[in-house]
């Protein structure tokens, strides 16, 4: 079945009403994989595919969808959008982007063989994993969930002002918990592993970490409250760096939902944080050659040396902003209308080591681990959590740290960043954040009195 070709059948359709049109066609084969005490819980493959289509009319906008593609089918969504646009209320800034050359690159999101792993050869990836984290340590005696997934997934868009495209891009994935024991006292933690590239995944490593992160802080203790320098790992960071990415977006600007509002052209960080979304990062989890309306995706620099420079756009926070598209607008599948988010979004990696930046704190907290990430708010720029690791005592890490609450503000968090690593990780967080090792200094970390 020629999808692209259909999607243009419809635009076609459509746009003879009179109006805007846009059709948008996924096709995606969905593993998921689940071990419960080293055997399959679950193993499941899904086909889903399905139509889009987004009529605007006058500003109006209707959308309708299906999973069935009988001409009949095809037809009634068409008319059910145009339908659907004639009633709904008008906005002056929503019209489809005007098509744009798309750069001919091989972003390297596209892993040929991947089709061809059997699951059989994807259960016995996950034994590895397991094996590796019980064999990390005597006291790493359970794994309550060890999860493998992927995704083969095509897109294929086209739209009345002249646009059409396609592209494949698929992605693995595998997580794991493990529990350590000593004694009364427990822990727990998690290592992942995500490509675009099967072959990319390495389970021993997976294994290893969440298991080395659960024996890190088995038996930790709170540390008396005070003011001190965190480092946090790029796992953490990346958790922190997603409720940034809500703030940078121009949506969040123009309705006020953002503790960056502004401060466009200021200094709002250290001179060691620049933060880019970069859609066209080669491998990257949410790389793609457009975005969900056919704008081309770039490479946005929005803090540069600690300047706010600039945020992400769609077509729709563009034109009200009177500036171009940034080519950041997601979909997740054919039920979903184009919405503004974060592609690949990371801080640029700097020259240290984790090691070496651990060796620079006289004092201070390896953060591994936060929980009740629900205490950071985008729009107020308040930052509390709770939060596990490990004590560093000139320059070495000591004792565990556990029962603790780290607090600061987005804002100090941004100012107060004196070391940026160069172990830049990507973690399937809000797209794909990507943050290394970072030193903060002046962070509360409130424990016993």
Request: glycine share 10%; hydrophobic share 40%.
């Amino acid at each position: 079945m020629d999808y692209l070709q259909i999607a243009k059948d419809v635009v076609a359709n459509a746009a003879a009403q009179g109006v805007e049109a846009e059709a948008l066609i996924t096709d995606e084969v969905e593993t998921n994989i689940q071990l419960g005490k080293g055997e399959v819980e679950k193993l499941s493959q899904s086909a889903s595919r399905g139509l889009g289509v987004r009529v605007i009319d006058g500003g109006r906008m209707g959308y309708a969808y299906t999973s069935d593609f009988s001409e009949s089918s095809v037809e009634k969504t068409w008319q059910t959008a145009v339908e659907l646009a004639a009633i709904a209320t008008p906005d002056e800034f929503r019209t489809l982007p005007a098509p744009q050359t798309i750069p001919d690159e091989d972003l390297e999101i596209w892993d040929e063989s991947l089709s061809s792993v059997s699951p059989e050869q994807k259960i016995e990836f996950l034994k590895r994993v397991t094996q590796a984290a019980l064999e990390y340590d005597s006291r790493v005696l359970m794994i309550p969930m060890c999860v493998y997934q992927d995704s083969i997934g095509r897109v294929y868009l086209a739209n009345s002002k002249g646009f059409a495209g396609s592209y494949g891009r698929t992605i693995a994935f595998s997580f794991l918990m493990s529990i350590a024991r000593d004694g009364s006292d427990s822990a727990q933690a998690y290592g992942l592993g995500a490509s675009n590239y099967f072959s990319d995944l390495n389970a021993e490593e997976i294994g290893r970490e969440a298991a080395q992160r659960a024996i890190q802080i088995l038996k930790g203790k709170p540390v008396p409250t005070q003011t001190c320098t965190v480092v946090l790992d790029p796992l953490v960071a990346g958790e922190l760096l997603a409720y940034l990415s809500a703030a940078m977006t121009a949506e969040a600007l123009q309705k006020g939902r953002s503790f960056l509002l502004d401060r466009l052209g200021q200094e709002v960080a250290s001179d060691k944080v620049s933060l880019l979304d970069n859609g066209r990062m080669k491998r990257g989890l949410a790389t793609a050659p457009f975005d969900g309306e056919g704008v081309p995706t770039s490479a946005t620099r929005l803090i540069d040396e600690g300047i706010f420079q600039n945020v992400i756009y769609d077509s729709y926070t563009a034109k009200k902003a009177g500036v171009k598209s940034t080519g950041n607008a997601q979909r997740g599948s054919h039920r979903e209308l184009p919405q503004l988010g974060a592609s690949n979004f990371y801080i640029q990696p700097g020259h240290k080591s984790q090691e070496e930046i651990i060796a620079g704190v006289e004092n201070g907290m390896y953060v591994t681990r936060i929980m009740q990430t629900g205490g950071i708010d985008p729009i107020s720029g308040d930052c509390s959590m709770g939060a596990y690791g490990v004590w560093i005592k000139n320059g070495k890490l000591t004792e565990p740290v556990s029962g603790v609450t780290i607090a600061t503000t987005l804002p100090d968090l941004l100012k107060n960043i004196a070391e940026v690593g160069s172990d830049l990780r990507m973690v399937p967080f809000a797209g794909a954040i990507s943050t290394p090792t970072l030193r903060v200094d002046n962070v509360t970390v409130g424990g016993t009195q």
